[in-house]
């Protein structure tokens, strides 16, 4: 194997040794430890960028760790899905990290560099591992540095938020394992690949059982992707959280839906007898709630963090409205939606912060206050991650839901979604209306002015950073659209995955 061939293990290994020396030295030696932390995430973006580029050549490219070959060893599969959420995750990271070091949200607690990069171990081990087992092991991993990171800067209310948080996880890690329990003894496998072959071969004895196993993991990263009715952590946990963190996690609900992209077609698809499209009946009543739950909720949110967790419910919901369609079509629509989306809940997050930053003891809450520092500049950089969030023009969130409408069309569910995406659409510019102008438009009466530290304009790089990529999402949507549709067209051929993965052990 060449250097380039082990390219495929470094988003996994530069955060796993980024976190623990990044924890050795921030203690004696503060600054190394962040430049070690910066470093770390600037490298995982370079490896990423590299992943990416190597997978547009649609091969499907299997890493076998230790040299045990699948389905008896532990393998990592690097295909276009794979790559284009370890970008995603890792150009989030980026911008994350550096609004953290600007506003100096890390120095709250000294565990935030290796939480975060624990937390990016997981993310990117969840996207590259091609078995259930260690899907749920990265999950854990995440999960568990995701309760550090949310407690981050303590609190409370954040307390109060994570008990919680914390509660829901857990009931969804045992509901994980007794799935995999009766995968593995029903298949005595738990390689995706060689799943999707033994599943195919189950006998009419075993297609209750199989079924049953199905809606179980579906129902358990239905719990993960916050939808409705497993919704209820995310607005509290999101809203109490640090937005910095929150902002980070805008990318969490995602994993819940890349899980379900990367096991419905591979191995619940028309050859897996009771359990084929196992998700089927109720993941668009499902989407339908969460997305009218959610972008209900940016309308009566009291506060722009709430706001913004709420409007992430409600992009989730609308992105799962393409994906339940389960058509090639719809897949690559909810692709592009998947990262749009992922870009503008995290601006909203980060709009919040330099907000609630400058306006003192009023802070987040979508009240009038009195003039505060870079009023114009925030306000500006509020309504762009609006009409982002919402989906109006100009911005990448219009062409991604006309997408969405365009390639539900011929879906006989098209009436429901094309009421729903347009119906929340409107409850969203209403709500973020309101709170706009109560924020950035309206003055407070008299005598209650801002009391609030001097801020430097340089925490205004991160939020531009974000509606930047959006705004070059929106330039580049022909290239984009493409690289969804290739990327649909690889997800809907399982055969080829499951050549490329078993093949390599033969």
């Not at 999707?196 to 049953?212: H, I, K, P, S, W």
């Not at 989306?341 to 997050?349: D, E, K």
Request: proline content about 4%; hydrophobic content about 60%; overall charge positive.
């Amino acid at each position: 194997m060449t250097a380039l061939d082990h390219l495929v293990i470094a988003p996994i290994v530069i955060p796993a040794i980024a976190a623990p020396l990044a924890l050795l030295v921030m203690r004696r030696r503060r600054r190394v430890g962040v430049a070690i932390s910066l470093a770390g995430c600037m490298a995982m973006l370079v490896a990423a960028l590299a992943l990416f580029g190597i997978a547009q050549d649609d091969a499907i490219r299997v890493y076998a760790l230790g040299g045990w070959v699948a389905p008896y060893g532990i393998v990592l599969v690097h295909d276009r899905l794979s790559a284009m959420m370890l970008v995603l995750a890792a150009a989030l990271a980026m911008i994350v990290m550096v609004h953290a070091i600007i506003t100096a949200v890390d120095r709250k607690g000294w565990h935030f560099h290796p939480m975060f990069h624990f937390q990016l171990l997981g993310l990117n081990g969840a996207f590259l591992t091609g078995d259930l087992f260690n899907l749920f092991v990265f999950f854990e991993v995440l999960l568990i540095a995701s309760y550090g990171l949310m407690l981050h800067g303590q609190g409370a209310a954040r307390l109060k938020a994570g008990v919680g948080y914390v509660i829901v996880n857990i009931v969804g890690s045992a509901l994980f394992l007794i799935a995999l329990g009766l995968l593995y003894g029903l298949t005595g496998t738990l390689n995706m690949a060689d799943l999707a072959r033994r599943v195919a071969a189950l006998g009419a004895a075993d297609q209750g059982l199989v079924r049953m196993a199905g809606l179980l993991l579906l129902t358990v990263f239905a719990l993960k992707a916050a939808v409705a009715p497993l919704h209820l952590w995310l607005p509290r946990t999101y809203a109490a959280t640090t937005p910095v963190v929150a902002a980070l996690f805008a990318i969490m609900t995602k994993v819940g839906v890349y899980a379900m992209l990367r096991t419905v077609p591979l191995i619940f698809n028309d050859g897996a007898g009771a359990a084929a499209w196992v998700p089927d009946p109720w993941l668009m009543p499902a989407a339908v709630l969460t997305a009218t739950i959610g972008f209900l909720g940016v309308l009566g949110a009291r506060a722009m963090r709430e706001q913004a967790a709420f409007a992430l419910l409600g992009s989730t919901g609308t992105l799962l409205l393409a994906i339940s369609c389960w058509t090639q079509a719809t897949t690559a629509a909810g692709l592009f939606y998947l990262v749009h989306s992922t870009l503008a809940g995290a601006a909203l997050f980060l709009v919040a912060d330099v907000t609630l930053r400058r306006r003192g003891q009023y802070g987040d809450a979508v009240v009038a206050s009195p003039r505060f520092a870079e009023q114009q500049a925030t306000a500006l950089l509020f309504l762009g991650a609006t009409v982002a969030t919402v989906g109006l023009p100009p911005l990448s969130g219009f062409v991604g839901k006309l997408f969405v409408l365009q390639t539900v069309a011929t879906t006989a569910a098209w009436p429901l979604i094309w009421a729903t995406v347009l119906g929340t659409t409107l409850f969203g510019v209403i709500g973020f209306a309101r709170s706009g102008s109560a924020v950035f438009w309206k003055d407070a009466p008299e005598g209650d002015a801002v009391v609030c530290p001097d801020r430097s304009r340089a925490e205004l790089i991160a939020p531009c950073a974000l509606l930047a990529a959006l705004a070059l999402l929106t330039l580049g949507a022909g290239w984009a659209t493409a690289q969804a549709q290739a990327t649909a067209a690889q997800l809907f051929a399982p055969q080829r995955y499951l050549s490329a993965v078993l093949e390599e052990g033969r």
